[in-house]
């Protein structure tokens, strides 16, 4: 789960289920994971594994969890083509996204780490 807050903060919150055998039941073990953007996020889109896509104002972020629940790890930022971002919503296929601008702009974004 991610939500976003108009401070600016952006939370990733991922569970790991456990199963107690003996017991028969399973637990689950919730961390959390923090950002802080420079604006009020706008849109957020996730994808599988914790993945993220988050606009504020005219710029994309893509994020991933680390490992074993460490830092987000920034994939890249962007400026939109258009002005500012109004929309965002996944498309079918792993970490795509169809983005909409202040001006009319529509735009599919792939959510790949800059080699």
């Not at 919730?30 to 993220?52: K, W, Y």
């Not at 490992?67 to 498309?91: C, I, M, N, S, W």
């Amino acid at each position: 789960m991610v939500a976003a807050y108009a401070d600016g903060r952006v939370a990733l919150t991922r569970g790991q289920p456990r199963y107690n055998a003996l017991e028969d039941a399973t637990t689950w073990r919730m961390r959390s994971q923090e950002i802080t953007l420079d604006a009020a996020p706008a849109c957020v889109v996730l994808f599988e594994r914790g993945r993220f896509l988050v606009t504020a104002a005219d710029q994309v972020y893509g994020y991933e969890p680390a490992d074993k629940f460490a830092e987000l790890t920034l994939l890249g930022q962007v400026a939109a083509p258009g002005g500012e971002v109004r929309v965002a919503h996944e498309l079918i296929g792993r970490g795509s996204a169809i983005v909409g601008t202040e001006d009319g702009t529509i735009s599919r974004w792939l959510l790949q780490p800059v080699q």
